[in-house]
């Protein structure tokens, strides 16, 4: 199986030569947007886009899709099918998965199709074809100095000039979401169009700090056992109506990611962050956090999440009170003589 990049699939649009079939999938749903409407824009370049576009979405039957994969494009030369969280690259459709893989091993030259799913299973049948077509493309979260470099162009486009300081600290104060960031960036050009410059006091006066960022505050506090501002973060997180499950989700991540720190000292952040998955800049202060913490009970919470997550999915006890008796949990002097208590 091999995959391709969305710079590969870039170049080749650029070249008016694409290939027939796609599947976009990953957690930066920033760029599979992006590429998305890269494919429309070329339909464009090419001719008539209303009627040469077909999107369908969900469990749309196999004989719609193959049928518009098989019409001959109106007024241009390509017709692009756009297929959105079908089921097909997963479990649950494995008939409809086979039909589908065997249709695009034969498409017309004039049949662009792309697949645009949040679930991909590797070994799925469908999967596996599109792989061996070369257009599987996984969209992940660029590294810090990929967003570094890009924030300073977008905001540069936005007739507003940012240091790279500045960019890490708008990066570290929004997240790394580039769909998140790119509204605050939005915003950042707009407050700072008179003098044409963003610094760092600017962001800390117009940006909002992302739910990663603020999930990272709440565990530092708990880090320096500071059980009332973690649940004044809490409170915070609730009045703004984030979901509990999320919160609990971005502390378990929070933990794992101070753990792997923990076991891996003496190994640099960039090699942590790597192994880890984890951007360099999230993982230098993980290792701060690390020394609050031992292994053990880092071991200890990653285990109470997943008991905290699986009694609020069996009704055994609400989402807030979970989270509060995790925080209050771990926001106190926990260990005693080397034992959790």
């Known amino acids: ?20 079939c796609y599947l976009f999938y990953g957690e930066e749903k920033y760029l599979i947007s992006l590429y998305e409407n890269k494919m429309k ?61 065997s249709g695009v091993k ?12 949040d679930n991909v299973d590797k070994r799925n049948a469908l999967y596996k074809t599109v792989s061996a077509l070369g257009g599987c493309i996984e969209f992940k979260r660029p590294s810090e100095s990929e967003l570094i470099t890009w924030v300073v162009r977008e905001m540069k486009a936005a007739g507003v000039a940012i240091e790279k300081g500045a960019a890490v600290h708008l990066i570290r104060t929004v997240g790394g979401n ?12 707009a407050y700072c169009s008179l003098k044409k410059t963003a610094v760092i006091t600017d962001i800390d006066h117009i940006c909002t700090k992302g739910l990663e960022t603020k999930v990272f505050g709440l565990v ?11 649940l004044q973060i809490f409170e915070n997180l609730m009045e703004a109506k984030e ?53 053990k009970e880092l071991t200890q919470a990653l285990k109470d999440c997943l008991e905290a997550d699986t009694n609020i999915k069996t009704g055994r006890i609400t989402d807030k009170l979970a989270l509060e008796v995790l925080i209050v949990k771990y926001g106190k002097n ?8």
């Open 1 to 20: 199986m091999k995959e391709t990049s969305f710079k590969d699939l870039g170049k080749s649009l650029n070249e008016g030569n694409p290939g027939n």
């Open 41 to 101: 824009d070329f339909i464009a370049s090419r001719g008539e886009t209303s009627v040469n576009v077909d999107v369908f979405w969900e469990k749309e039957s196999v004989s719609n899709i193959l049928n518009a994969l098989e019409t001959l494009p109106f007024l241009c030369d390509y017709r692009l099918v756009l297929v959105k969280n079908s089921g097909l690259f997963a479990t649950g459709r494995k008939d409809d998965s086979q039909a589908i893989a």
């Open 106 to 117: 034969n498409l017309p030259d004039t049949s662009i199709i792309v697949f645009i799913e």
């Open 178 to 189: 580039m769909e998140n960031l790119s509204k605050e960036m939005a915003k950042l050009a």
């Open 220 to 230: 530092d506090a708990l880090a320096t056992k500071n059980t009332g501002l973690a």
């Open 243 to 295: 979901a509990p499950i999320m919160i609990l989700s971005l502390i378990a991540r929070q933990f794992r990611l101070i753990l792997g720190c923990a076991q891996n000292i003496g190994q640099t952040s960039s090699e942590i962050a790597a192994a880890l998955g984890a951007p360099p800049f999230a993982i230098k202060e993980c290792m701060k956090q690390a020394g609050n913490f031992s292994v």
């Open 334 to 341: 926990t260990q005693k003589e080397g034992v959790i208590i």
